[in-house]
């Protein structure tokens, strides 16, 4: 009976002893919350970080144009992402609870900042042309509204109808005089300032 339990505390001494050895020479990586010192870099082909929970808060993954960044908000739908497009880049922050977006975007195909309201149309368009810079403002249903444009020769604010329209249209021409013109429902000039 003494050999045995003999054995059986030899045994146990043997187990313990794995388990320190393990400890001190094999640190767990999984759930690690100290700092990592050095100069190292990691290479994956994603990266995800969560919350306590499990939820994704932050995630980096490769596209075909080239990479993206999520932030993720409460309800795991994307707030704020920045990614590339075929011929440069985009940022955009959303609410998540709608389609209510702003984005900022340079790339070959379109140059400035877009803001959509609730239900997802165009609300503000703010971009930059080879004369200076063009504003476009849209209605509920994404219908355009307004816009300043500046032209080769001049200023141009243009004031549409809901029938996208022309209105009234004012100018600051080339030799930088202003004039003011109005139109009517269908379309022709119904007067102007000043009178030519």
């Given at each position: ?7 059986m ?74 990614s ?36 997802g ?14 504003l ?33 249209l ?27």
């Amino acid at each position: 009976m003494r050999r045995r339990i003999g054995w059986m505390v030899a045994g146990g001494a043997l187990v313990l002893a794995g388990q320190l050895f393990g400890m001190l020479l094999v640190p767990m990586a999984f759930g690690q919350r100290e700092a990592v010192t050095g100069s190292g870099h990691i290479t994956c082909e994603s990266l995800t970080i969560v919350d306590e929970e499990g939820k994704p808060r932050i995630s980096l993954f490769p596209q075909q144009e080239g990479g993206f960044i999520g932030v993720f908000g409460a309800d795991g739908s994307v707030n704020a992402a920045m990614s590339a497009t075929p011929s440069g880049g985009t940022v955009f922050v959303t609410r998540g609870s709608d389609k209510s977006r702003t984005e900022i975007r340079l790339d070959q195909e379109s140059n400035g900042l877009y803001t959509l309201g609730a239900n997802g149309t165009k609300r503000v368009l703010l971009s930059a042309t080879p004369n200076g810079g063009d504003l476009s403002i849209f209605d509920r249903a994404g219908n355009l509204r307004a816009g300043v444009l500046v032209l080769d020769q001049g200023v141009a604010v243009s004031l549409l109808g809901k029938d996208a329209k022309r209105r009234a249209l004012m100018l600051v021409s080339p030799d930088d005089t202003g004039s003011v013109a109005t139109f009517a429902k269908d379309g022709t000039r119904s007067g102007e300032l000043p009178d030519f």
